[in-house]
Structures are given as C-alpha cells and as structure tokens.
C-alpha cells in the first residue's frame, strides 16, 4: 500500500473516532516555528510555564521523540456550543473549553483508539500520541498538516468551524502522504488585539504569558498583578476574548456534537458567592473530570477575590 492511500485510511479512521479534522504531515524538524519558539522563551513570554524552556529542540524534531518517525497525524475535535456567557456582575466567566468534561481524557481515549488500529493495520510501526502534554507543537503540526493556520491571536483558525477546536498529534513510523500545509487568512484583521482586555498579544501571532487573563487565571501561582486591576471583566478561569471577537468564529462556528463539551450545571454563569466559598471537598466534587481542577481551589477562589477586589462586580 503506498502512502496516499495508508494516509487516506488513517485520516478517515480518525473521523469515524469522533474527531473533526484530520491532516498528515511529514515529520521533519519545524525549523521557522523551532526559532519563533526560542524567540518567544528568550523575551520570557513564557513566564512561569517553566516546562516549555526544557529541551525546546525535542518540541521542533519529533524525531527526537520518537525514533525513526515518519509522519504526524494532526487531528482536531470541535468543542463549540450555542450557550453565551452570563453577563450578570454576580456571576464570573469561564473559557468555553472548560465548561464540559476535560478534553485531555475525550481526545486522549481517540487517539489510543487511533494508534492501537494503526499498529494493528500495520504491525512493525510504531505510534507515539501527544495532547497538550508533551514535547510537541500541536499548532504548528495542525497548520502543517492542512488542518487550519495559527491566528494573530496565536489559536489554530480552521477554515470551517472556526477556533473552537482542540488539538492533538500522533507521532508514527508509519510513511503517510502528507497533505498541503494551510495558509493564513487573518488579512490585515487586528479586532484580536484590540479586544484583548489586558494587551497581553503584544502584536500579531505573539502572546505575552504575563499579561495573559487564561495563563494568570489558570497556571500562574502567585498573586495577580494588581496592575492589571479591573481589566478581567469578571474572568475567573481562562479568557475566551479573543475568540468571541474572530471574524472566523462569528461566521462560520457551528455546535459540537460531543455531548461531553456541553457546559456542566452551572458551569456557564458561575456563581461567584458560591463558587468562592466552596471547601476542598466541595471543589473536588465538583470539578471532577474538569478542566477547572488545573487551578486549585486556592487558585479559583484568588481569582474570584480578585476580580471582586478591583470592583468587577
């Protein structure tokens, strides 16, 4: 069996899984996104997120992940739903992407599913899966492998549903045909940048992680910068601002049939007195299987203080 048609089958298994897109594309080292990389460390971007300065060269090579790869599987699964943010001062916001069940566990399950099938089709090759854990530039694959082009506000856009999509790769021996790498179609459009409530996209495709609402209520562990005081607009876990405002998003995204995505009780307008006042019990329990877990409950209830501390209510 030749490339083209070993890639045809395994793209459209990987639909049949439940995912939305799929793309090939050839492992070779990504040397243009490997030096934005370095760039993007070197001015400290990554603030505390110390794990992305580690081995940087393993994130641009999958090769050194995985010995003797051939090809990358870039795969996308849409995440959107009708439902809107409460604009109620008494309730916060959370990013649409953890209303629902953690995407780690629903995308992670398809591509186990995914290479179990390839290593059976094909015995001898190997497969390696990566979802938003590992050494590899998920983005970067994706916009390679056809699937869509990063954004100026640094999310992957797919040309049919826009940036409410989550992603993962598949590292494998297996020789695939790849497809055609997409190019960008953000134009001279800038409406992400100034609608970014902290400025944290300092400009065009660079993000600044310290001024960033989803790195500061999500990874950051220390206390939030008061200078940015009254600017989260009542953002308690990750920011959806610069997507709501894509043009992409607005014309073209469409609900997910996942029913796992759709938001958990409540999950779309918290309750701010509630959710502030939950013990670690409490919190455990409701945030099980949830994205939400990533912020402690220390975390959360820092930035529910916050965000009432500098009137936001």
Same mark, same amino acid.
């Given at each position: 069996?030749?490339?083209?048609?070993?890639?045809?089958?395994?793209?459209?298994?990987?639909? #049949?899984?439940?995912?939305?897109?799929?793309?090939?594309?050839?492992?070779?080292?990504?040397?243009?996104?490997?030096?934005?990389?370095?760039?993007?460390?070197?001015?400290?971007?990554?603030?505390?997120?110390?794990?992305?300065?580690?081995?940087?060269?393993? #994130?641009?090579?999958?090769?050194?992940?995985?010995?003797?790869?051939?090809? $990358?599987?870039?795969?996308?699964? @849409?995440?959107?739903?009708?439902?809107?943010?409460?604009?109620?001062?008494?309730?916060?916001? =959370?990013?649409?992407?953890?209303?629902?069940?953690?995407?780690?566990? =629903?995308?992670?399950?398809?591509?186990?599913?995914?290479?179990?099938?390839?290593?059976?089709?094909?015995?001898?090759?190997?497969?390696?899966?990566?979802?938003? *854990?590992?050494?590899?530039?998920?983005? %970067?694959?994706?916009?390679?492998?056809?699937?869509?082009?990063?954004?100026?506000? *640094? @999310?992957?856009?797919?040309?049919?549903?826009?940036?409410? $999509?989550?992603?993962?790769?598949?590292?494998?021996?297996?020789?695939?045909? !790849?497809?055609?790498?997409?190019?960008?179609?953000?134009? *001279?459009?800038?409406?992400?940048?100034?609608?970014?409530? *902290?400025?944290?996209?300092?400009?065009?495709?660079?993000?600044?992680?310290?001024?960033?609402?989803?790195?500061?209520? =999500?990874?950051?562990?220390?206390? =939030?910068?008061?200078?940015?005081? &009254?600017?989260?607009? @009542?953002?308690?876990?990750?920011?959806?601002?610069?997507?709501?405002?894509? !043009?992409?998003?607005?014309?073209?995204?469409?609900?997910?049939?996942?029913?796992?995505? #759709?938001?958990?009780?409540?999950?779309? %307008?918290?309750?701010?007195?509630?959710?502030?006042?939950?013990?670690?019990?409490?919190?455990? &329990?409701?945030?099980?299987?949830?994205?939400?877990?990533?912020?402690?409950?220390?975390?959360?209830?820092? @930035?529910?203080?916050?965000? #009432?501390?500098? &009137?936001?209510?």
């Amino acid at each position: 069996m030749d490339g083209a048609e070993a890639s045809r089958r395994v793209k459209e298994h990987a639909l #049949r899984l439940g995912f939305s897109h799929a793309g090939v594309a050839a492992a070779t080292q990504l040397e243009e996104e490997g030096e934005r990389l370095r760039q993007w460390l070197a001015r400290g971007y990554h603030a505390g997120m110390h794990w992305m300065a580690r081995a940087p060269e393993r #994130r641009d090579d999958p090769r050194q992940v995985l010995p003797g790869a051939r090809a $990358v599987v870039a795969v996308a699964a @849409n995440y959107h739903t009708p439902d809107t943010h409460s604009t109620d001062p008494r309730h916060g916001k =959370i990013s649409r992407y953890a209303w629902g069940d953690d995407y780690h566990t =629903i995308l992670g399950k398809r591509l186990e599913a995914l290479q179990e099938w390839v290593e059976a089709e094909w015995p001898g090759e190997r497969c390696r899966w990566y979802v938003d *854990t590992g050494p590899v530039m998920e983005k %970067a694959w994706a916009q390679r492998a056809g699937l869509g082009w990063v954004g100026k506000h *640094t @999310n992957l856009i797919t040309a049919d549903r826009g940036s409410w $999509v989550f992603l993962g790769a598949m590292l494998t021996t297996l020789p695939l045909a !790849p497809d055609e790498p997409a190019t960008d179609h953000c134009g *001279t459009c800038t409406l992400c940048l100034e609608a970014c409530p *902290t400025q944290a996209l300092v400009e065009p495709y660079l993000l600044d992680g310290i001024r960033c609402i989803s790195y500061l209520t =999500i990874e950051h562990r220390d206390e =939030i910068p008061e200078s940015l005081q &009254g600017r989260f607009e @009542n953002w308690i876990f990750g920011c959806d601002v610069c997507q709501d405002v894509c !043009p992409w998003n607005r014309k073209f995204a469409s609900p997910s049939g996942e029913e796992a995505f #759709r938001p958990r009780a409540g999950f779309a %307008a918290p309750d701010l007195d509630a959710w502030g006042a939950m013990s670690e019990r409490e919190f455990d &329990g409701r945030f099980a299987g949830s994205p939400v877990r990533r912020a402690r409950r220390e975390g959360l209830a820092r @930035n529910i203080a916050f965000v #009432r501390r500098t &009137g936001e209510r």
